[in-house]
Structures are given as structure tokens and as C-alpha cells.
């Protein structure tokens, strides 16, 4: 009897579980569609544009003078190249940025004399732009890579530190008490009761913090042009050529949209279930 109904409840569960996955996939499909007709509405409204304003293609190319041109640039690899480079300087300013962010985030956590120090300088930090900045870091450190990897994780580096901490502060004291009562040691809090509980808002700061790094490369490379999508924009604009400064645009929006989609999938996969 006690086996029937045990089994009754397991096929149930399972039964529902399947439902979710399904209104899911549905779900997912409906955002697919409405993706598609949106953007479809935005290069036709992009082309009306074109034709009544009867601008020439140096001004404001049509969405096939980009599309050709996105292919030239494919097939002589100009963009693969330049992409290349951006992407590089985005992973290692990311890369920087995240762990100095995460790091003193708990750090100010974990101390409220340390963030009665430090937290006046971090915010007076964001008053300075960094492109005033970047000029200094490449009169530092020269032309090459490391300045644009420290333009990247300099903007990085706030609002993950920020949303970490509020993540963090975010958490029920009742939860790592109840911890402390079981004996877990530091490393055992962070690991099994703080980060899953904060993990939301890291992977907020996270998501946020990696579409900012594709903005810092681009302006490490408008100071340091050499190679990059940056470098593409201001060749594009000094050779006349629009329908390669919207590639490189379109290029530049492709990586942050694909960054950010990307953690929101590791958040569903490691968080959500």
C-alpha cells in the first residue's frame, strides 16, 4: 500500500516536472518568434530611413550595404582578426575585474571597519571617467595590451563589487548562525550558505560587469589604436567607410548580448535549479 502511493507521488512529480519543461520550451519558443519580429521590424524601419531620407551609403548605409560588407570583412579576415584581439583584452579585463571585485566584496563583508575606510574611495572612484583615465594608463604602461586590460577591469570592477555586497548584506543572520551552531568553519559558510544565498545578485553584478568590459576595450583601443574592433571603428570613420563602422557596431553588440545571455545560463544551471 505504502509502495502504491509512494509511487503514485513519484510519477506525479514527475509528471509535473515534465509539464514545466514543456511551458518552458513553449515559452521559450514564444521569446524566439518575438525576437525575430522585432528585429525584422527594426531593419525595416532602418531601411525607411535609408530611402526617405535619400541618405548616400557613406552617411547611413542600408541593412544590405552592411550585410555585404559584413561578409567582405568576414571573408578577408579583417573582422575575425580584429574580433580576436577584442575579445582577449575583454576576457583578461573581465577576468581582473571579477576577481578583485568578488575578493573585496566579501573582504567589506566581512569588515565594517574596512568598508568605513574603503567604500568613500571606491564611490569617489566612479566620479573619475575612464576616458580620462585611459590616457594616463597608456602613458604608464605603453601601447600594448595591459593598459586596455586595465581599462576593462577598472570598469568592471565596481558595480560587481557593489552588487556582491549587497548580495551579501542581503542574507538572513538567522541562516549563518544556524551554521555557526553546526560547526561550519569559514570556508564551509562561504561555500554552502553565503554564495548560494548571494549568487543572484553576483551573477546580476557579473552580467552587468561584462557588458561594460566590451565598452572598456573599445575605448582602450580608441587610445591605443592598433588592433581591435575599436581600431575598426576609427578606421571605418577616417576612411569614410559607414557600412564597416556598423559592422564593427553590430559586432561590439553581438559580444556583450552573447556575454550576457551566457551567465544568464550558468546562473539557471548553477542557481535556479
Not at 550595404?65 to 582578426?81: E, H, K, T
Request: aromatic letters at 10%.
Amino acid at each position: 500500500m505504502i509502495s502504491t502511493a509512494g509511487t503514485e507521488r513519484q510519477a506525479e512529480l514527475d509528471g509535473n516536472e515534465v509539464a514545466v519543461k514543456r511551458r518552458r520550451k513553449r515559452a521559450a519558443r514564444g521569446k524566439g518568434w518575438l525576437n525575430l519580429l522585432s528585429f525584422a521590424s527594426f531593419l525595416a524601419l532602418w531601411q525607411a530611413v535609408v530611402w526617405l531620407g535619400g541618405y548616400p551609403s557613406f552617411i547611413l548605409p542600408g541593412p544590405w550595404a552592411v550585410l555585404i560588407r559584413f561578409g567582405q570583412a568576414i571573408q578577408s579576415g579583417l573582422l575575425w582578426d580584429n574580433t580576436l584581439v577584442t575579445l582577449g583584452e575583454i576576457a583578461l579585463g573581465f577576468g581582473l575585474g571579477a576577481s578583485g571585485g568578488l575578493l573585496l566584496a566579501y573582504l567589506l563583508y566581512k569588515s565594517r571597519l574596512l568598508e568605513t575606510i574603503l567604500a568613500p574611495y571606491i564611490a569617489a572612484s566612479q566620479a573619475l571617467p575612464v576616458v580620462a583615465i585611459a590616457p594616463l594608463l597608456v602613458l604608464w604602461f605603453g601601447y600594448g595590451l595591459l593598459p586596455k586590460v586595465l581599462i576593462c577591469a577598472i570598469i568592471v570592477f565596481f558595480p560587481i563589487t557593489i552588487s556582491t555586497v549587497v548580495g551579501f548584506k542581503s542574507i538572513e543572520r538567522s541562516l549563518v548562525e544556524v551554521a555557526d551552531l553546526f560547526g561550519a568553519n569559514g570556508w564551509q559558510k562561504l561555500r554552502l550558505v553565503e554564495v548560494p544565498l548571494a549568487a543572484h545578485n553576483i551573477f546580476a553584478g557579473l552580467r552587468l560587469g561584462l557588458t561594460l568590459s566590451v565598452t572598456g576595450a573599445v575605448v582602450g583601443e580608441f587610445v591605443s589604436p592598433s588592433r581591435g574592433l575599436g581600431y575598426l571603428l576609427n578606421f571605418s570613420s577616417s576612411s569614410l567607410d559607414a557600412p564597416l563602422r556598423f559592422v564593427a557596431l553590430f559586432t561590439l553588440v553581438a559580444l556583450a548580448i552573447l556575454g550576457y545571455r551566457s551567465l544568464t545560463a550558468l546562473e539557471r544551471r548553477l542557481v535556479d535549479w
